[in-house]
C-alpha cells in the first residue's frame, strides 16, 4: 500500500499541514518537529507526489533549455553546468535540440512554456524577433542565451565575441600571416555577425588585403565545418609560407570533426602552427591549433584599435 502524507503526520505525531510546510518550506517549523518528520518520512519511505505538490504551489521545479545543437562541444559543456546547478537546487533539466531550426524552436517554446517548466533558457536561432517575442507568454521566465536580438526585451547571458576575434587576426598578423580566412555559422546570428565585424575590422587596422572569398559561412551545426575549411584551403588560407584560418565559430573541433580539419591539411602538404595556423573562438582546445577562448560578459573592442592593429 502507498504511503500518504498522512502516514507520515500520524507517525510524527504531528498534522499533515507540518509534514506540507515541512517538505516544502512553506512555512516556519521547529527544528524538533522537522526533525520527527523528516526521520518519519525516512522510516516509511514516503516519497512526496511531485504532480500535487506542483498543483498546490504552481511550480514545477523543472527547466527548459532549448539549444541549437546539442552534439557541439559548447553548448553540451554548457548544458552540463546548467543541469549541475539546477541539481543542487532541488531543480530538474529538460533539454530540447533545435539542430538550428527555427519550426523546431517553435514548436519547443510553445510545448515547454504550456506548463512543463518553470522558466526557459534558449539559443535562438530565429531571426525575427516579433516572431520570437509572440511565443513567449506574457510574464513567463526566459533568459536568451549565446545568442541575442537587437532588441532587448529579454535578460541574456552572452560571451565576448568580438574581442578573442580581433586579437587572434591579429596575433596571426602579427606573424606575418597575410590570407587569414575565417569561418562563420549562420549569417542571420548575433553571435555571427559579431564575430565577423570583428574579423573585419581587425583585417582592415592590421593593413590586410580585404577578401570576401576568405569569410565562409556553415550552418553553425557541429559537422558543417569541413567543406567551409575545404574551400578556404582551395583559396590559399595555408600553403607556401605561413598563412592563417581565423576560426570564429565552427570546429576543427575536438573528436572526430577535428580530425577530419586536420587530415585535410595534411593531405595538402601542409604543417600545423608553420603553413597553416588555426583558432576557435569558443575556448575549447583543439590539438591542431589554438583557442581565442571565451568570457561570459560583454566586452568592447580594443580601446586602441584605431591606431592600427596592436599585434604589429
Excluded: W
Excluded at 233 to 252: A, S, V, W
Amino acid at each position: 500500500m502507498k504511503v500518504t502524507i498522512s502516514d507520515v503526520a500520524r507517525l510524527a505525531g504531528v498534522s499533515t499541514a507540518t509534514v506540507s510546510h515541512t517538505i516544502n518550506s512553506t512555512r516556519y517549523v521547529s527544528g524538533e518537529t522537522k526533525e520527527k518528520v523528516y526521520r518519519a518520512i525516512a522510516e516509511l519511505g514516503y516519497t512526496p507526489d511531485a504532480s500535487a505538490r506542483s498543483f498546490r504551489t504552481g511550480k514545477k521545479k523543472t527547466i527548459g533549455f532549448i539549444v541549437p545543437d546539442i552534439s557541439n562541444k559548447f553548448f553540451a559543456t554548457m548544458i552540463e553546468s546548467v543541469e549541475n546547478y539546477l541539481s543542487a537546487h532541488g531543480y530538474h533539466l529538460i533539454i530540447a535540440n533545435t539542430k538550428e531550426n527555427p519550426e523546431r524552436e517553435e514548436t519547443n517554446i510553445r510545448l515547454l512554456s504550456a506548463g512543463l517548466v518553470d522558466g526557459l533558457l534558449i539559443a535562438s536561432t530565429m531571426e525575427d524577433f516579433s516572431r520570437f517575442e509572440s511565443l513567449i507568454p506574457a510574464g513567463f521566465p526566459v533568459v536568451l542565451v549565446d545568442r541575442t536580438f537587437d532588441t532587448k526585451r529579454f535578460p541574456s547571458v552572452s560571451v565576448s565575441n568580438f574581442q578573442p576575434i580581433y586579437r587572434s587576426v591579429c596575433r596571426l598578423a602579427g606573424k606575418g600571416d597575410k590570407r587569414i580566412g575565417m569561418i562563420g555559422g549562420l549569417p542571420r546570428l548575433s553571435s555571427t555577425k559579431e564575430r565577423i565585424a570583428a574579423y573585419q575590422e581587425a583585417v582592415a587596422d592590421c593593413g590586410l588585403p580585404q577578401d570576401d572569398l576568405l569569410i565562409r559561412y556553415g550552418n553553425s551545426m557541429e559537422n558543417s565545418a569541413q567543406s567551409c575549411l575545404d574551400e578556404l584551403l582551395e583559396q590559399k588560407c595555408g600553403g607556401p609560407g605561413p598563412d592563417g584560418l581565423g576560426d570564429g565559430d565552427l570546429p576543427p573541433q575536438e573528436g572526430p570533426q577535428a580530425g577530419r580539419g586536420h587530415r585535410s591539411g595534411h593531405l595538402r602538404g601542409l604543417r600545423f602552427g608553420y603553413q597553416l595556423s588555426v583558432f576557435k573562438a569558443d575556448g575549447l582546445h583543439h590539438p591542431a591549433g589554438g583557442k581565442a577562448g571565451r568570457d561570459c560578459r560583454r566586452t568592447d573592442p580594443p580601446a586602441d584599435r584605431d591606431a592600427g592593429c596592436p599585434c604589429l
